[in-house]
């Protein structure tokens, strides 16, 4: 295969422009595993490099996508041999290199993972970074010792990727949920994830409160800034806040009240550069904790074409769930 079907994003002369394409081969980066790509995942980090609205790709030419799943083609690591399913997800995949809306990806051994058993590719894309990110905030809270008998875990952003399967797999774990967000009308879907209680978002709009009632044991945000500041500030004596993304803004108005009356801590959710073993932690515990069925129910699928209209719609709030794209 001298080329293949790929979404190259070049520098223009204002902005940049994406296009799908014919890649050449012999321009993949360097790396000691060749995959072919199946699968991979629209999130919101690939809206925003799809759309140009903020500047996540820090390399041109560049083929977005930021994380993929597929089976081994050619291997020089030692881990790795022909036929292996694999999934990759970030080490700056899709913004310093090239990533996975393409047929074929070349990437460092070191940073795969093997599929789960009992897991298909498709699957482990309906996952994909969202689901894995949501993972790694459930087990930061529970290494901080909160248990179901802590009470009310509040996720936010919650008919989103990460919000949806944060809910479920809390939900599974025996966790009472408190979903917010900015679609009340998507509360019947929050409720049928696990979700005891919807609140609209506004609930956590406003300035925040040095010190406000307190209402959960802990939470998982996907939103940052205002909200952010007041999911810390209504949480319970020695509870803790998993924060992992920035829809809503990259600043946190808050004050060091809730960290130094209360004992609250904020946990900081790294999914990009997180350590391998870490990584093999979450996905094999999605397996057991995130319910096939509901998985299903929250995915949707497209082709490599579609992607630049639900890159728009997912940096809107319109997307609801899980979205795979569909590679080869």
């Given at each position: ?22 890649f ?16 991979s ?6 809206g ?11 390399r041109f030419p ?10 081994v083609e ?38 795969l ?43 936010t ?35 049928h994830?696990?979700?005891?209680e919807?609140?609209?978002r506004?609930?956590l ?7 406000a ?10 939103v ?7 999911l ?23 004050s ?45 699928e497209?082709?490599?074409d579609?992607?630049?209209d ?10 609801r ?8």
């Amino acid at each position: 295969m001298a080329t293949f079907k790929a979404i190259r994003i070049d520098k223009a002369d204002k902005g940049t422009v994406a296009a799908l394409t014919q890649f050449d081969e012999a321009d993949l980066m360097d790396g000691d595993v060749t995959v072919l790509v199946e699968w991979s995942a629209l999130n919101y980090k690939d809206g925003l490099a799809l759309t140009g609205k903020s500047p996540v790709v820090r390399r041109f030419p560049m083929i977005p996508g930021i994380d993929l799943a597929g089976t081994v083609e050619q291997s020089l690591h030692p881990h790795w041999r022909a036929g292996d399913r694999v999934i990759c997800n970030g080490w700056g995949l899709g913004e310093t290199h090239l990533g996975a809306y393409a047929e074929k990806a070349r990437v460092k051994g070191d940073w795969l993972v093997r599929v789960p058993d009992g897991m298909s590719t498709r699957d482990a894309m309906a996952i994909g970074t969202a689901g894995y990110t949501a993972m790694l905030a459930v087990l930061a809270l529970e290494q901080h010792g909160i248990t179901p008998a802590s009470g009310p875990i509040v996720v936010t952003g919650a008919a989103g990727g990460v919000g949806s399967v944060a809910i479920s797999v809390l939900s599974k774990r025996g966790y009472q949920v408190i979903a917010s967000t900015g679609r009340m009308s998507e509360a019947d879907y929050l409720q049928h994830l696990g979700a005891s209680e919807v609140i609209d978002r506004n609930e956590l709009a406003g300035p925040a409160k040095p010190l406000a009632r307190e209402r959960w044991a802990g939470g998982i945000d996907s939103v940052g800034s205002t909200t952010l500041a007041n999911l810390v500030s209504m949480t319970k004596y020695r509870g803790a806040v998993a924060a992992c993304g920035l829809a809503g803004g990259m600043d946190l108005p808050t004050s060091v009240a809730p960290f130094i009356l209360r004992g609250v801590c904020l946990l900081g959710i790294d999914s990009v550069m997180c350590p391998i073993e870490l990584r093999k932690v979450a996905w094999s515990s999605l397996v057991n904790d995130l319910d096939s069925r509901k998985l299903s129910e929250i995915t949707h699928e497209i082709g490599l074409d579609q992607v630049f209209d639900r890159g728009s719609e997912i940096l809107e709030g319109r997307v609801r769930g899980r979205i795979v794209v569909k590679i080869a």
